[in-house]
């Protein structure tokens, strides 16, 4: 009954027939205390704030998603469908150069593909992504300082933000014992056959610069020589190079330690609870991954309208608290669980956000990383 009545008045202050004074005064006559009615008000104004006006007649039918595997909520996509009643289909990879490869393959059906920020540059340069229209996505105020203006694309003229994070290593804290803290611990030969590291070149060849000292993005041929012959050292202790589905892995015990990303480690860790994430001591990549439209794209105003469907900080805070990544939208701090916001993993404190460091294009040493990474694979 009651429920019912401030619902009417909710309604009503919607549709502007009352003030939010009015609303206030008619919700404590309802009974509500004061700072309960006044949250009521302000939590409506701020969905309010977040739900941009949409031009129905402009939305297509369908919207084509490429994103990474597990990497959103499991209510992101029937909410937007049921609102605007749009069908979506979605795709999932990997890692970046297997969606960079598809689309150079020809593949144009896609309104929306995740890349991380160097890869960002890289489909930049190559002229490959559509400018987008802020006057769709209001929502773009809300992003984070940090994240409002990143070098690989400045004003964010063509991307908006999805999700951050880092890439240090889960263990299994019952079979992994002693000092947990050193990326040499994926060299250990105690634990042959129970490691794995990402299938991803660039991540990969990273952990062994880090591990030797040497700068994350390093193009120099000495340096991605020593960290070739440090990675050939390691191949016979691997499993697999495997990234998202070692998750099964981890929660069978099959593997103990693996190179992977913190919201995959932690989501495992729903499964197993002897999981735990670690950032080395050595230092590790940190990244975040953004929204971008091809040029290619059949639906833009669409994939606008779903860039800023995903900025809403409910939506934001949805998918962060599912995936356990870090959200780029300020206001949907308070949304997220206590839990993740205090881990370290995920919003890592100064002292440690010291040791990370954010891939870059590489330019033409791309060449040399991509000969080890085939030596490696063959090896
Ligand atoms: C989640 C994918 C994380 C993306 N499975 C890493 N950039």
Redesign the pocket.
């Known amino acids: 009954m009651r429920k019912r009545k401030i619902d009417e008045l909710v309604e009503a202050f919607a549709e502007g027939r009352l003030t939010r004074r009015d609303f206030i005064r008619k919700a404590t006559a309802l009974g509500f205390s004061l700072a309960v009615s006044m949250s009521i008000a302000r939590d409506f104004q701020s969905r309010e704030a977040y739900a941009a006006e949409v031009d129905r007649s402009k939305l297509s039918k369908e919207l084509n998603i490429y994103n990474?595997?597990?990497?959103i909520a499991e209510d992101t996509i029937p909410n937007f469908e049921k609102e605007f009643g749009v069908k979506v289909n979605y795709d999932t990879y990997e890692d970046n150069e297997a969606m960079l490869a598809k689309l150079q393959a020809g593949a144009t059906g896609y309104d929306l593909v995740v890349p991380?920020g160097y890869m960002v540059e890289i489909m930049l340069k190559q002229n490959m992504l559509a400018p987008i229209n802020h006057e769709n996505i209001p929502n773009i105020k809300s992003v984070s300082k940090e994240l409002a203006n990143p070098p690989y694309d400045p004003g964010r003229k063509y991307t908006v933000p999805w999700q951050w994070?880092t890439t240090g290593f889960g263990y299994n804290s019952k079979e992994v014992t002693g000092k947990i803290d050193s990326w040499g611990l994926l060299w250990s030969s105690k634990y042959k056959g129970k490691i794995t590291m990402l299938d991803d070149m660039r991540s990969v060849i990273s952990v062994a610069l880090k591990k030797l000292g040497y700068p994350l993005n390093s193009t120099s041929e000495k340096e991605l020589m020593e960290a070739k012959k440090l990675l050939m050292d390691q191949k016979p202790l691997l499993k697999a190079y495997i990234s998202?589905p070692v998750k099964s892995l981890l929660i069978s015990g099959e593997v103990w330690l693996s190179h992977l990303?913190v919201?995959?480690v932690l989501m495992a860790k729903e499964e197993n609870d002897a999981l735990e994430y670690c950032i080395p001591k050595e230092g590790c990549e940190i990244?975040d991954?953004s929204l971008a439209i091809p040029k290619t794209a059949p639906h833009k105003y669409t994939a606008e309208v779903w860039m800023n469907y995903c900025l809403r900080p409910e939506v934001s805070a949805a998918v962060s608290n599912f995936?356990h990544?870090a959200t780029p939208v300020e206001a949907a701090k308070k949304f997220i669980n206590k839990e993740d916001l205090d881990n370290p993993g995920i919003y890592p404190p100064p002292d440690v956000m010291t040791r990370l460091e954010f891939q870059v294009d590489i330019g033409e040493a791309t060449r040399i990383y991509d000969q080890i990474w085939t030596e490696l694979k063959a090896a």
Do not use: P
């Open positions: 990474w595997s597990d990497y991380t994070g998202a990303w919201g995959d990244w991954d995936v990544y």
